[in-house]
């Protein structure tokens, strides 16, 4: 293991704590990499202000939002020259959280998996054959969240379905914690039904499928699937739902749901109390 290697190994095991940071900014500095870290610095500093004036304070957001500008490739290497300003999260010198579109994960995807430490990706629009591709790539353990915006109609029919059951039969997603599709997706009781029983996704605790052709039968596989056990987010709203949802939801085995939405369903004032009596105020009805 090299001295870089250790030192990032050392930053990946204690992501809380600035000292293995400031002593790889030493190393950088010993080894003509100033800028990144200065960059490194800049952001352990603004973390922690201690007794600093708001005048010191403001002159290294600046030094910051300089480096950020005019110096991605030093930072982030050959990912720069791909990754703009709203593509990236850092913390204290590093890339945490990347938000990519589902093409630029696909061109970049080598160069994000050599990332450490290892950043949280979420992914949008990906679908048919880009999410085939992607889903295909290692660096798909590390996707936190996958969504297809508005207009999925475009890319291709009942895109929502065929997406989900890609993603249900991917034995990589195992950081995948959060699917959100866009309403008009069309997942289907045949969509969510696949996802709700897949053997993999040991991380999803949000689903998000509003306006997506999601009926009674979906509702019925959803809650006798292990999935129901762990999500904590589920908006279904706006879907063709009757009172044998509401019965599906008000008779199913003990939960950790948060927040269920289920606005716009055709429910009858009995089966939203019956709702009401089970969830509280973690169901949103109206």
């Known amino acids: 293991m090299s001295d870089e290697e250790a030192l990032l190994a050392a930053i990946s095991a204690h992501l809380d704590e ?32 201690g ?19 005019n110096h991605r490739r030093d930072i982030l290497g050959p990912l720069g020259a791909d990754l703009g300003y709203h593509h990236v999260t850092f913390d204290r010198g590093f890339a945490t959280e990347l938000r990519v579109p589902d093409l630029l994960f696909l061109q970049c995807a080598a160069a994000i998996g050599k990332l450490c430490p290892a950043p949280r990706v979420r992914i949008g629009t990906v679908v048919g054959v880009w999410l085939e591709k992607a889903l295909r790539r290692p660096e798909v353990n590390l996707v936190v969240s996958i969504t297809i915006g508005p207009r999925a109609e475009a890319i291709g ?38 996802l709700a029983s897949s053997e993999y996704l040991p991380a999803l605790i949000e689903l998000n499928l509003p306006a997506n052709e999601v009926g009674d039968e979906g509702v019925g596989r959803l809650v006798a699937s ?22 599906h939801f008000t008779n199913a085995p003990a939960s950790a749901i948060e927040h ?27």
């Open 260 to 286: 269920l939405d289920l606005q716009g369903a055709n429910f009858s004032t009995a089966a939203r109390r019956r709702l009401t009596r089970t969830f509280g105020d973690r169901v949103e009805l109206f």
């Open 51 to 69: 007794d600093r004036s708001a005048e010191e304070q403001r002159k290294l957001a600046a030094r910051q939002q300089y480096l950020l500008e």
């Open 157 to 194: 029919p009942r895109a929502g379905e065929r997406g989900l059951a890609q993603i249900a039969a991917c034995p990589s997603l195992v950081s995948l914690a959060m699917i959100g599709w866009a309403p008009g997706s069309a997942a289907g009781n045949s969509g969510l039904g696949t």
């Open 18 to 49: 600035d000292t293995p940071r400031l002593a790889f900014a030493d190393w950088l500095d010993e080894n003509d990499r100033n800028i990144r870290a200065e960059f490194v610095r800049v952001q352990c500093a603004l973390k922690q202000p």
């Open 226 to 247: 292990p999935l129901w056990h762990r999500l904590r987010r589920l908006d279904l709203s706006y879907n063709a739902l009757t009172d044998t949802s509401a019965d």
